[in-house]
């Protein structure tokens, strides 16, 4: 889980941020007080106690940067030529883009302060993909027409583009957010303010809704706000029915505001198209003697503060129904509630301020469990050490108490301000946490009662269990409270809270678990702590705070440091000496063991150990027609040999007309183990070099998925025993990933890239990762990098195994949980009629209504389940608008007939035309992954090593990588120590790009989202940056969509699955001179640092089936011949990717060669 922060301003209007990774308030530098926060991921929107509006931008190693545009025109005349004097009825000389705004070079100015340029205008030569002639100019018969960049000799008008970036420079600081409104229209000072609306749109440009409430109770909307513009534009009047107090947006659709009245105003008809919605809806208070004073909301809730400090929860809000239907009061006092990421809730106490934190909110359960207070410290209690009170601590550590192993939990949180002034060193053991004395001197709670009472709440026992926890706590065990009866049945939770008497408020208080029948019952509450022991919180934002549920932070437990006084009086034995101890022990063990056994090592073995390792039922895809599932029982047969090798074969048993038989495959022939992406079963395939080239592996399904990794874990031991492969995979080890995701290593044969007697690539042995992945990039350094389907940047941390794969299958460290979200869409069709217009009745021959991007494939809302069984939905059906060929306002794309090109506008020959839905699914696993925080990547290229390459340059790795956005950046910091790096650096660029590589040579080729090629010149290791791009035209009428790049070739793929290779390339002329066409038919390529080329094929066809995503190895490849001769087929179907780049084996030359097959025809 990324790291993300908590806003919150205390009570002299200081603005703190929390880390859900760390345990202390960090304090915002500044020179104003605040008084109101509502924070994103990205940036933080306050309002000053001089009632202006300010944002603070958090850093980034990504600039923000927008990009100014200015079009010059000019028509030809027959005295001159092309010049600046147009017709009267043209458009201005200088313009936008439409013609209709005049726009000069020098009256492009800064929108702010906060801005400033990257550069002066330059003209723009890149016209779709392909470089213009000199001076950018594109020609056309009169304004406006289509455009080309060939003069004609009608060519009567031509225009150029002129550019110029500007970048936002404030960040991390709070910057002013300028007033460019009439000032007859300027708003009254603000008092509160919010920010949402991020999920609204599904666009790329990070769109946000800033809404705000003035002084005289007008609410106002910050126009154009956005990730390319934080500041936005101007401020818009929104009428509202009432004078307004407080608002609050949601990252959706949701907007409710405070009325002075106290009823509550809610904002419907929020969508992509109308951001600041249609109409307002009332809502009534929960009571009527108390209204409404405070409001937060989520995605699907909202939280509600009465005049009386009473909080509620809001029952049946979504987005269909944003006003919700009735209201549930909630246990605890609150001055104000807040609601962030994934529907998190945060309180602040009305008697000390104190700050809650709401734990048990899941999907689910969205009222949660009980509310604990955040203890965490400012960053300045951290030097306070622990010395002046050690007698203090080292009093509490020994105690005259029998403790059971039932009190062996640690404590959250320690009443004494004493305690809370220890440093962070090292944290305080629990029993200091049991004697510690209350700041009135009263005793602290008891630790069968504390515990009990801890435990009731945020456990969420059974009934039966509170209630036990109920009697089991007396009065006296529970100063401040009450006495409470010992058994309180179970009741409706639009009950109040019991009464409470008078007294120091709590730290910690609970609810009921869940909305339909919920109860309430007495619970132990934490010991209060006076107001100079913490800070006094007036405000808090979640906003842009993410804590997964079930998460574990750091808040809840006071950190206090040890004297070393303290520390030398345990007495007991640490870990670290067991460790050893034990160590120690196995060690001499094995010296004994191998002493016994050595006047023996002349015996033979008298019999052959052979042990049944494990039988089950399966069930198998025949090979005969009609091919089904069929149920059989497999076995697995373990032996060891005389030479102390194990082996391993695999039967499977099943009957055919009546008639028994069997199949076996020896384990040391299989050649990968993969799992199978099917919706309906658990399945993996087993493959050998004979299925390999037949296409038609050997699948079998299990009947629940713990069974189905049970049998791969085995058989993939299995497998590494006989082939002897253990550990992690070494440097130059090749990397693959299947469509489901899955990541596999093989390591590399001397003899793979041999001239005359290569590795048939069916041969080789490849063995599954843990983790889950979309691009995988390595070197033979040992850094590799990974990308999520949700662009998620992860770096291998040295182990093996995980997911799936544990015990002696996997390693005991650098194992780390891992989690993936990826889109499900399917495409609704409609056809035209002179009757109804579009509608969901087509045609006979057209096809379903309902189906996926190629019409072939029913595929409906209800019956559209997520790729495998491991995935999970997170999200419900919505439109996706960025998808190519653009759509109308409401997702529409329109074409003549299916299928056809797609556009986003209709027109009267549009007789069809359809919309894409989206769905999110999660999967979460673990592997040896780490995740690189916080910059999304869509591509990443690490430097191949090269085989002399010089010492000096072997220190740093140069990595290079695309963010989802298409920022081009290099990674700073990389090494074998540090595969991870240390920071980004930003690389310009005037346009989106798609993909990235680098050579072993710091060449580096990068192609844009238009399709061309662009080169870096000067990269080296003191100018990792490089200093410009070069632009390189694509292949005639063909889009690049991938380049890679290896010690001197340089090979690229286009949109239509076919491959390139750069010809020409000279160290003199790095550019290279033509494209040179060597396959088609091909999905992904990978260049490696000998110039070996490996591909993803998309179609194969075997002996028995046709497979799709195969790797497949160039063959021939010579100096004399670079493109090569022709292809040897490897594992398949199923296969994305592949990254060679980390093989540096050199081939052992041989006196034999093997016979070459001839290319083929698809490839």
Sequence with gaps: ??????????????????????????????????????????????????????????????????????????????????????????????????????????????????????????????????????????????????????????????????????????????AKIPSNDDPKNLPDPFNDLSVGGWEITEEPAGRLSVWAVSLQGKVWYREDVSHPNPEGSSWSLVDTPGEAVQISCGPHDLLWVTLWEGQALVREGINRNNPKGSFWSIVEPPGSENGIMHISVGVSVVWAVTKDRKVWFRRGVNSHNPCGTSWIEMVGEMMMVNVGLNDQVWGIGCENRTMYFRQGVTPSELSGKTWKAIVAGREWDRSHSGSSSSLLSAGCFFGSEVRGSAESAPRDTCATSEAERLGPEQPLPEESLDNCKSPEGSPALGPGASRIAEGSVENACPAEGREEATQASSPSERPGLASTPAELPWTNIDLKEPKRAPGPSAAGFSETTGLPSLGLFPLGLEEPYEAEDHPMWTWMSGGGCAVEAGSALKWFTVQSGLSPSVQT?????????????????????????????????????????????????????????????????????????????????????????????????????????????????????????????????????????????????????????????????????????????????????????ACEHPLPCDHMFWRQMGGHLRVVEANSRGVVWGIGYDHTAWVYTGGYGGGCFQGLASSTSNIYPQSDVKSVYIYENQRWNPITGYSSRGLPTDRYMWSDVTGLQECTKAGTKPPSLQWTWVSDWYVDFSIPGGTDQDGWQYASDFPASYHGYKTMKDFVRRRCWARKCKLVTSGPWLEVAPIALGDVSIIPESPNAEEEHRQSVALWAVSDKGDVLCRLGVSELNPAG???????????????????????????????????????????AGDCWYHIPPPPKQRLVQVSVGQTSVYALDENGNLWYRGGITPSYPQGSSWDHVSNNVRRVSVGPLDQVWVIANKVQGSHSLSRGTVCHRTGLQPQEPTGQGWDYGIGGGWDHISVRANATRAIQSASREQEAEGPACC
Excluded at 667 to 691: D, G, M, Q
Excluded at 732 to 744: M, R, V, Y
Aim: glycine share 4%.
């Design 1 to 174: 889980m990324p790291t993300s922060v908590l806003w919150a301003v205390d009570l002299f209007g200081r603005v703190y941020t929390l880390s859900t990774a760390g345990q202390y308030w960090e304090l915002v530098k500044n020179t104003l007080e605040f008084k109101r926060v509502s924070a994103t991921t990205q940036c933080c929107w306050g309002i000053a106690c001089d009632n202006q509006v300010y944002l603070y931008v958090c850093a980034s190693d990504v600039p923000i940067r927008r990009r100014e545009e200015a079009y010059e025109n000019q028509r030809w005349n027959p005295m001159g030529g092309f010049c600046e004097k147009l017709l009267p009825s043209d458009r201005w000389a200088w313009s936008d883009v439409s013609g209709l705004q005049h726009r000069p070079l020098d009256g492009v100015a800064l929108p702010s302060p906060h801005w400033e340029w990257e550069s002066d205008w330059y003209v723009d030569e890149n016209f779709g993909g392909e470089p213009t002639e000199k001076g950018g100019w594109t020609y056309a018969m009169d304004f406006p027409a289509t455009y080309t960049r060939d003069k004609k000799w009608n060519s009567c008008v031509r225009r150029r583009k002129w550019i110029r970036y500007r970048r936002y420079k404030s960040r991390d600081t709070w």
């Design 569 to 753: 009086q345990s007495l007991s034995i640490t870990p670290a000496q067991t460790a050893a101890w034990r160590k120690q022990i196995f060690q001499q063990l094995t010296e004994r063991t191998k002493r016994e056994l050595e006047n023996f090592r002349h015996y033979e073995q008298a019999v052959e150990q052979s042990v049944w390792v494990k039988t089950g039922a399966l069930q198998w895809w025949c090979d005969w027609k009609p091919h089904k599932w069929v149920d059989v029982r497999v076995a697995l047969e373990q032996f060891t040999g005389h030479d102390g090798a194990r082996d391993s074969i695999l039967f499977i048993y099943y009957v055919v007309h009546e008639e028994k038989k069997y199949l076996h495959v020896f384990l040391n022939e299989v050649t990968v183990l993969v799992p199978v992406l099917n919706e309906a079963k658990h399945s993996f395939a087993l493959y050998t070099p004979e299925r390999t080239r037949q296409r038609w592996p050997v699948r079998l399904a299990a009947a629940t998925e713990q069974d189905m990794n049970d049998w791969l874990a085995l058989l993939s031991l299995s497998c590494c025993e006989s082939r002897k492969v253990h550990g992690r995979p070494s440097p130059q080890a090749i990397w693959s990933i299947t469509c489901k995701g899955d990541i596999f290593v093989s390591e590399p044969s001397p003899d793979l890239e």
């Design 982 to 1024: 240390s920071s980004w650096l930003h690389v310009g660029t005037d346009q989106p790009f798609a993909s990235v590589s680098i050579g072993a040579c710091y060449q580096v080729w990068a192609v844009a989202r238009d399709g061309s090629a662009f080169y870096r010149g000067s990269v080296s290791p003191s100018q990792p």
